[in-house]
């Protein structure tokens, strides 16, 4: 395999230092622009080498002679290069990085330089190349201080001064790629934010936010010089032909990284101007490969190619005799799989397109293809002795089958006459006539007939970029290729959508769960896949695992979402992976799974009974509240968190004016229940009494009427103590509480008093005769006690009302000023809704001018703005 020469001499590394930091742009610029500086060596290199003289052989003289013969090469080439990386513990980085560069050249025959009878032979010529290079480069720490950058530019240059020197003596071929002149660089900018911490005081600091932008020039890597490597000579050692170049490289010095790669490929062909080899292929222009999700081992589709040899003037001259036609697959991709996870976690390293003679599909066009011999699993073909057709041009038919969704290639035809010359094909009547499969542009892996149809003509493959309106972090993962490509999901292929964000979800509740799933897709704008099979992916729940050397970016995962196991109100709940904080915010690689109760859980969280009779939600409310449970916990897996944090759940319990244990004489709730066992009331070692005191005085106001909620329950109290009254006199109970009196003497209490603390206990309870009887019809004793979960300003419940993030449990807050005051939430009247806040100022009930009080205030600790958090793209660190 050929490698890049380089003729860098060390001092001109050193010349070209740059200003300290070894970012790989920087890298890469350097690179660059040490291309140019080696290409200036080269005429060094042939004037010694000029010097020697040299004595041919017999057959070194008749293949100087047919070189010499050769007026001028066509040329074309492609240098790609492609890098991503990601890590860090603390500051997190994420790098990619794409370039690509193609052009066409043409060389005459240089008279002056070439001295044939000792074997030297010079062409020269110039050429234009065109080149993009666009990269990303982030770093943050999960504090959120840190910086990103990048640079998108293209442009077109010319290229002088490309040269060709056989020296057919020493079996040896220069090829240098000429100089893009410093005035001929594109001016451009590097643009970006940082975020970072000003330190004003010992304890003061403030965020900084700065832009980033910068100039700085690009020009585009050409394939450099190609000498004295053992594989140089090669092309040239059977006399004048079609000469292809094609070399790869890993972890090269252009990025720095290990990661990134490039591949050269110069493809070169002496000029004839009489005769051409065209390619035809009905459908080229739209075709797009694609695999078999049913038989993996079988072709998806195909295109089928018709290569004819004509006169460029269609003169009555014969057309010579063809020896034979030459096909070849150059470059062809080896992503493992047909597409992104089917058969997920492939390994295979097949082609993924392959030549045939006889196609398994229907070809648009006639073909005669039968008599070609295939070899190298597909990358060549060829065919003797090929038929004439009706106009006397001699042709060969031949297919390419696709085995990937997102393979390409391109397919090189050489025509070999009887006379020893050799012909390229050409696409007929095509501006750039390689046949690049599919067609698209030389270094993208995208068809341009995708490209078309999505509007998205100037995205890079490795694009990653999907923007939302009010979310600043771009992208879900998947590079622009990796959607081009797509998913097999249930067993059909889908791609993604370029201009929206991708997101899968293993949805294992089923249906129930899919009013949720559209629910957060509406509010994050974001598209979820929800239908994929088991088979479809794995346990590393990554979507994007067959891949090789196409554009990744991030391995991007799935959210996994079960039902709660078990009975009882577990809510929903968002699990994070072993490692992962919980202060974090969460990328769908963080996320084990996500856990919600079943909506058809008795008083369970999304219950009607809770939601209305606890959470004060109206009934319509009510009956959502299990697709906004939904919605939250796949919102979370998205990195968005709630509005604060607390929420307080109290039971406080009433204690009527004349119970004998009430030492305020009024009706009120205390902290304590009135249940006193017998076990409380025995003496313990200690000799420490229990405390019959019932705990603090807690006061419930309603909101809406400010009125003391105990005062309003004290009639009905007294009424269920009347009754119970007379049901003990009228059957008195088996057990006297009155025994307690000598039981626990130490106490000092009489009888009475302890029949007494007895009944109001009871009563308070709902343990009574009535409260048997309804416990039998509904299975809850009708107590007096009021379970309170109590919200204050900046927690859970704070914030944009109707925001999904909201957490709408509380049903009590704090009346300010007051110690143990609260103001109840009536039912009805607790409103919630089904967007995504934008900011963390308190809506409704949590606005400012809110009566009596704001109930929840604003969001607190950098929370709210939820919209502003949504990001599902693995390749971006929680910030
Ligand atoms: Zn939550
Ligand atoms: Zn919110």
């Not at 090829?175 to 970072?196: F, M, P, W």
């Not at 100039?215 to 394939?223: D, G, M």
């Not at 249940?675 to 405390?691: E, Q, T, V």
Request: hydrophobic share 30%.
């Amino acid at each position: 395999m050929l490698s890049l020469r380089r003729l860098l001499p060390t001092h001109d590394r050193q010349d070209r230092t740059f200003e300290g930091r070894t970012r790989d742009w920087r890298l890469a610029a350097t690179f660059w622009m040490l291309m140019t500086a080696a290409l200036l060596s080269s005429t060094e290199l042939r004037a010694e080498d000029d010097e020697e003289k040299s004595t041919l052989s017999p057959a070194q003289q008749e293949l100087s002679r047919k070189f010499a013969g050769i007026a001028s090469w066509e040329g074309r080439f492609t240098y790609e290069s492609y890098g991503v990386e990601s890590g860090g513990d603390w500051n997190k980085y994420t790098y990619t990085q794409e370039g690509a560069t193609s052009g066409t050249f043409r060389l005459e025959a240089d008279r002056e330089g070439s001295f044939p009878e000792r074997g030297v032979i010079v062409w020269k010529g110039d050429g234009k190349a065109a080149g993009s290079l666009r990269y990303r480069d982030s770093t943050w720490n999960p504090r959120g201080f840190g910086s990103e950058e990048g640079m998108d530019v293209s442009g077109t240059w010319p290229m002088r001064g490309i040269e060709l020197t056989l020296w057919i003596d020493k079996s040896h071929a220069f090829l240098h790629s000429g100089i893009i002149e410093e005035k001929d660089y594109v001016q451009t900018r590097i643009t970006g934010r940082a975020v970072g911490e000003v330190n004003l005081s010992s304890s003061k600091y403030e965020t900084r936010y700065t832009t980033i932008d910068r100039a700085t020039t690009f020009h585009p890597i050409t394939w450099g010089t190609l000498s004295d490597e053992p594989g140089i000579w090669g092309p040239f050692r059977g006399g004048p032909g079609v000469v292809v170049y094609n070399y790869e490289q890993k972890g090269g010095y252009a990025w720095g990284r290990a990661a990134s790669r490039s591949k050269t490929q110069v493809i070169m062909y002496p000029v004839y101007d009489d005769l051409e080899v065209e390619i035809e292929a009905s459908g080229y222009d739209t075709w797009r490969p694609e695999g078999s999700i049913a038989q993996t081992d079988k072709s998806g589709n195909g295109l089928a190619f018709r290569a004819r040899l004509v006169r460029k003037s269609g003169s009555g001259k014969s057309i010579p005799d063809v020896k034979k036609f030459r096909f070849e697959l150059v470059g062809t991709s080896r992503e493992p799989g047909v597409c992104l996870n089917w058969p997920v976690g492939a390994r295979d390293s097949e082609y993924d397109l392959k030549l045939t003679a006889a196609p398994g599909f229907r070809t648009a066009q006639p073909f005669t293809g039968v008599g070609a011999k295939i070899s190298d699993q597909g990358q060549k073909g060829e065919l003797k002795n090929p038929p004439r057709d009706d106009k006397g041009s001699p042709y060969a038919d031949i297919a390419v089958e696709s085995y990937d969704f997102g393979g390409r290639s391109e397919l090189l035809v050489v025509c070999e006459l009887e006379d020893g010359r050799e012909l390229i094909g050409k696409l007929k009547g095509a501006a750039d006539p390689a046949v690049r499969l599919p067609k698209r542009a030389a270094g993208d892996w995208v068809a341009q007939s995708w490209r078309d149809a999505h509007g998205v003509k100037a995205l890079s493959a490795g694009d990653d970029e999907e923007k939302v309106a009010g979310q600043p972090l771009n992208g879900d993962g998947f590079t622009l290729y990796e959607e081009y490509r797509g998913w097999a999901i249930g067993g059909k292929h889908y791609e993604g959508d370029p201009k929206r964000k991708d997101f899968f979800v293993r949805n294992y509740i089923g249906r129930p769960a899919e009013a949720g799933i559209a629910l957060f897709s509406s509010v994050t704008q974001i598209r979820v896949q929800h239908r994929q099979t088991d088979q479809e992916f794995n346990l590393s729940r990554v979507m994007n695992l067959n891949h090789r050397d196409a554009p990744h970016r991030v391995d991007q995962h799935c959210v996994v979402m079960f039902n709660a196991e078990g009975t009882g109100s577990s809510g929903g709940r968002t699990h994070a992976i072993k490692g992962v904080g919980a202060g974090q915010r969460w990328r769908p690689k963080d996320v084990q799974n996500i856990t919600v109760e079943m909506p058809g859980v008795t008083d369970g969280i999304f219950s009607a009974g809770r939601s209305v009779g606890r959470y004060n939600l109206s009934d319509a409310d009510a009956r959502q509240a299990y697709a906004r449970g939904i919605a939250h916990e796949l919102l979370h897996a998205v990195g968005v968190e709630h509005h604060g944090e607390g929420e307080d759940v109290n039971e406080f319990y009433f204690q009527a004016a004349s119970d004998p244990n009430n030492p305020t004489h009024h009706v009120r709730f205390c902290t304590r229940s009135p249940f006193i066992s017998d076990f409380d009331l025995r003496l313990p070692s200690s000799g420490k009494p229990y405390s019959l005191d019932r705990g603090r005085t807690i006061t419930l106001l309603w909101e809406d009427t400010g009125r003391d909620i105990a005062e309003e329950m004290a009639p009905a109290f007294e009424r269920a103590l009347a009754a119970e009254r007379a049901h003990r006199a009228a059957h008195p109970p088996s057990a006297d509480a009155g025994e307690r009196a000598s039981r626990f003497s130490h106490y000092g209490k009489s009888a009475e008093y302890w029949r007494e603390s007895a009944v109001y206990d009871d009563v308070a309870r709902g343990m009574t005769e009535a409260g048997f009887e309804a416990f039998r019809e509904k299975g809850k004793f009708p107590g007096f006690s009021r379970s309170v979960t109590i919200g204050k300003l900046g927690q859970a419940d704070s914030g944009h009302e109707s925001c999904l993030m909201r957490y709408y449990f509380a049903n009590a807050y704090p009346v300010a000023g007051k110690t143990d005051t609260y103001y109840v939430v009536r039912g009805g009247q607790n409103h919630v809704g089904n967007l995504l806040c934008q900011s963390p100022v308190g809506t409704g009930a949590n606005d400012a001018g809110h009566q009596p009080q704001p109930r929840f205030g604003d969001a607190s600790g950098g929370n709210g703005n939820c919209l502003s958090q949504v990001c599902p793209n693995d390749a971006i660190p929680p910030h």
